[in-house]
T-cell receptor, first 113, second 114 residues
Framework: GDSVTQMEGPVTLSEEAFLTINCTYTATGYPSLFWYVQYPGEGLQLLLKATKADDKGSNKGFEATYRKETTSFHLEKGSVQVSDSAVYFCALSGNTGRRALTFGSGTRLQVQP | DAGITQSPRYKITETGRQVTLMCHQTWSHSYMFWYRQDLGHGLRLIYYSAAADITDKGEVPDGYVVSRSKTENFPLTLESATRSQTSVYFC?????????????FGAGSRLTVL
């Protein structure tokens, strides 16, 4: 079945550092890929998405490129801020028709001033 | 209020009791979902619904019951709560149109079973 693997956290960075959170997936066909962010005490919010190979999703300075050859969708940001501290989830929407998302286990990011 | 709301936000109950978590959305989205969030597991799908009166099991349905008599409501019931059901529960909804399937989540319900 479908699955998503993301790097374990927590990831601790200093403000203005470069961020990469790795995400790889297993799925049949051509899934859509997502990054969601969860701030403390809140639900998940969509950060960005990509629907086909080589698409780049971007939002709020975050980017991720859909790489079918490596089945990856790594999240990057050039300069993190304290306000980016949150848990980040990689997810995919497969081709089963049920329209649910399969999530990775989440990566906690802590940005220190 | 517009959006997707869950209630209660926090609940403490005892083993063996019945608990119902409510979910209400105002967009008339066709699809609704229940996930549970546990450390190390991310979010796991409990049940989902494609429309009123249509529900189906996800990855971890045991011990849970759902119903969907109205499009806007999707309650989740734990018929006899167990400690392993202590978790944070998230409801989500999405539109039925083809294309990238974006889920919108509620704020979550934190359930503690003693």
């Amino acid at each position: 079945g479908d699955s998503v693997t993301q790097m374990e956290g927590p990831v601790t960075l200093s403000e203005e550092a470069f961020l990469t959170i790795n995400c790889t997936y297993t799925a049949t066909g051509y899934p859509s890929l997502f990054w969601y962010v969860q701030y403390p005490g809140e639900g998940l919010q969509l950060l960005l998405k990509a629907t086909k190979a080589d698409d780049k999703g971007s939002n709020k300075g975050f980017e991720a490129t859909y790489r079918k050859e490596t089945t990856s969708f790594h999240l990057e940001k050039g300069s993190v801020q304290v306000s980016d501290s949150a848990v980040y989830f990689c997810a995919l929407s497969g081709n089963t028709g049920r329209r649910a998302l399969t999530f990775g286990s989440g990566t906690r990011l802590q940005v220190q001033p | 209020d517009a959006g997707i709301t869950q209630s209660p936000r926090y609940k403490i109950t005892e083993t063996g009791r019945q608990v119902t978590l409510m979910c209400h959305q105002t967009w008339s989205h066709s699809y609704m979902f229940w996930y549970r969030q546990d450390l190390g597991h991310g979010l796991r799908l409990i049940y989902y619904s494609a429309a009123a009166d249509i529900t189906d099991k996800g990855e971890v349905p045991d011990g849970y019951v759902v119903s969907r008599s109205k499009t806007e409501n999707f309650p989740l019931t734990l018929e006899s709560a167990t400690r392993s059901q202590t978790s944070v529960y998230f409801c989500a909804s999405s539109e039925s149109q083809a294309g990238a399937n974006v889920l919108t989540f509620g704020a979550g319900s934190r359930l503690t079973v003693l």
